[in-house]
């Protein structure tokens, strides 16, 4: 069974552009966590989603940031107008249900703005 | 808020030599504890789990008990071996079930060598 698949492994943008990052949830899991790593610090949660529904995005900023789970598709966080502070690990987890003690996290996504 | 706070690595060790690594969290009521492991290139993986106070978490020789009356949670492997050289991440999950997202230590990195 794949794991939690994330992509790209590595993203390179400039300030001002788009970055997309793609989540593929374990096979059977409609729970979907995003976090974020930035250099020298722990995992910041920033949104939980199910299939089409946004349960909780307490920790997403309040502009240039959104996400989505589609009924089909992988997850996709997307960031707008890049800036350097940005740039980080994006980790993405998936659970089968509602609760929080079996997440399988992702490899994570490394995105670094110029 | 919740919060977890964790020893700063590296931690560098021989191989066979006993491991500790500190973890100190504060949150409200009875949280549940987690010891998470990320190996070079891969995501996290959970490594263990506590959730009430004296349960003793265990995997692959390493434990970490749920002390609430020092709100801890080290973890401990009386003799590391070379393939455990990761980071180690301690985490907590919020008591309730309102907010499913989990709280993260900064990470400490173990490098054993042989």
């Known amino acids: 069974n794949a794991g939690v698949m994330q992509n790209p492994r590595h993203l390179v943008r400039r300030r001002g552009q788009e970055a997309r990052l793609r989540c593929s949830p374990m096979?059977?899991?409609?729970?979907v966590y995003w976090y974020r790593q930035l250099p020298e610090e722990g995992l910041k949660f920033m949104v939980y989603l199910q299939k089409e529904n946004i349960i909780d995005e307490s920790g997403m900023p309040k502009e240039r940031f959104s996400a989505e789970f589609p009924k089909e598709g992988p997850s996709i966080l997307r960031i707008q107008q890049v800036v350097r502070g940005d740039s980080a690990a994006y980790f993405c987890?998936?659970?089968?249900?509602?609760?929080?003690?079996?997440?399988?996290f992702g490899s994570g996504t490394q995105l670094s703005v110029l | 808020g919740n919060s977890v706070t964790q020893m700063e690595g590296p931690v560098t060790l021989s191989e066979e030599a006993f491991l500790t690594i500190n973890c100190t969290y504060t949150a409200t009521g009875y949280p549940s504890l987690f010891w998470y492991v990320q190996y070079p290139g891969e995501g996290l993986q959970l490594l263990l789990k506590?959730?009430?106070?004296?349960d003793k978490g265990s995997n692959k020789g390493f434990e970490a008990t749920y002390r609430k009356e020092t709100t801890s949670f080290h973890l401990e492997k009386g003799s590391v071996q070379v393939s455990d050289s990761a980071v180690y991440f301690c985490?907590?999950?919020?008591?309730?079930?309102?907010?499913?997202?989990?709280?993260f230590g900064s990470g400490t990195r173990l490098q054993v060598q042989p």
């Open positions: 096979k059977g899991h409609s729970h």
């Open positions: 985490a907590l999950a919020p008591a309730g079930t309102g907010r499913r997202a989990l709280t």
């Open positions: 987890a998936s659970s089968p249900g509602t609760t929080n003690e079996k997440l399988f």
């Open positions: 506590a959730t009430k106070a004296d």
